[in-house]
């Protein structure tokens, strides 16, 4: 069983996550790039880097909570960016370092322009699903209103997601990734259950019920 599902809320600190309070897991990580650094074990972007390593220093959007206040702006944090948002970012997960590839997946998109698209791969590179968005707000001064989780669970492993936009540039926050299954010992066959493709339907993802349903 494998669950691809975002958020119709903005993701404004960890507590936003439908994986929070972050308990029951073999492993998890959450990086916030406060440190500009994409250093978490296991994980490798191809595409793109640190916000501030690869942009500058200025016009940040990263999470809120991250610079210590949630007041609407993210400019003071630190994030992940690529300058082409059509060809996206991807994170790669490598099970050797990890024991095991994670089995929950997610990543909060901050900025860009257009239809946001999120894909996530199986153990066998697969795809399990798309989810799009359409919650872009045109500005790129660090505003977080228009901030959303996307994620993935699939009992069987996530070897890697991507995530894009239709133009400009791509941001991206809280890379989070863990295990609370046992991948690999007996993978079951990709079945995807897409929880609603557009916003309206994303409600049911809100965190109250975040456990049972992703
Ligand atoms: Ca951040
Ligand atoms: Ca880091
Ligand atoms: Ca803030
Ligand atoms: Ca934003």
Known sequence: MSTISGEDQP???????????????????????EDH?????????PVGGVTSVVFGSSIHDSVDADDGSV?????????FFSSSGSAGVSFVFDAS????????????WTDGAGTISFEAFDASNLSLG?????HADGSNNGETA????????????????????????????????G???????VPEPASLALLGI?????????????????
């Open 11 to 33: 993701y404004l600190s960890s507590a936003d996550s439908p994986f929070s309070p972050f308990t029951g897991f073999t492993y998890f990580r959450l990086e916030n790039f």
């Open 37 to 45: 650094l994409l250093n978490t074990p296991g994980v490798t972007a």
């Open 71 to 79: 007041d609407g702006s993210g400019l003071a944090g630190d994030s």
């Open 97 to 108: 370092t990890l024991g095991s590839l994670p089995d929950m997946v997610g990543i909060v």
């Open 130 to 134: 798309i989810l799009t968005g359409t």
């Open 146 to 177: 228009d901030d959303r989780f996307y994620g993935v669970t699939n009992a069987g492993g996530i070897s890697r997601i991507h995530i894009s936009n239709g133009s400009g540039g791509i941001e991206v926050d809280h890379l989070q990734y």
């Open 179 to 185: 295990l609370r299954g046992s991948v690999g010992q």
């Open 198 to 214: 557009g916003l309206a339907s994303l409600t049911v993802m809100r965190r109250r019920k975040p456990v049972t349903l992703i």
